[in-house]
């Protein structure tokens, strides 16, 4: 069964740097696409940054300059790098991983690391 598991959530002050990891196991291969999504409290869930497997990344407009995708592609693992947090930042931090297991395609869903920015 693939897995996600994520690490590196928690409480930092504004302006402080966390970084969150996500690693793959299970079986999964041919992983292409891999990112994180972050859903606050009573708002929907939206795309932070994602990167594809030739090395593309895309971030979102707020946190583009503060927040950095990468990937080891020898670790099936995900990293998101963030800097200057704000409390606008606080959220449930999701992370995925897009590939296959045998010849079906599937995404996994991590279990969501808290990241909490108090004002």
């Known amino acids: 069964q693939v897995q996600l598991m994520e690490s590196g959530g928690g409480l930092v002050q504004a302006g402080g740097s966390l970084r969150l990891s996500c690693a793959a196991s299970?079986?999964?291969?041919?992983?292409?696409?891999m990112g994180w999504y972050r859903q606050a409290p009573g708002s929907e869930r939206e795309l932070v940054a994602i990167?594809?497997?030739?090395?593309?990344?895309s971030l979102a407009d707020s946190v583009k300059g503060r927040f950095t995708i990468s990937r080891d592609n020898a670790k099936n693992t995900v990293y998101l790098q963030m800097n200057r947090l704000k409390p606008e930042d606080t959220a449930v931090y999701y992370c995925?991983?897009?590939?296959?297991?045998?010849?079906?395609?599937?995404?996994?869903w991590g279990q969501g690391t808290l990241v909490s920015v108090p004002s």
């Open positions: 995925y991983v897009a590939g296959f297991l045998g010849v079906r395609s599937l995404r996994v």
């Open positions: 299970g079986g999964i291969s041919g992983i292409n696409s």
């Open positions: 990167t594809s497997s030739g090395g593309t990344t």
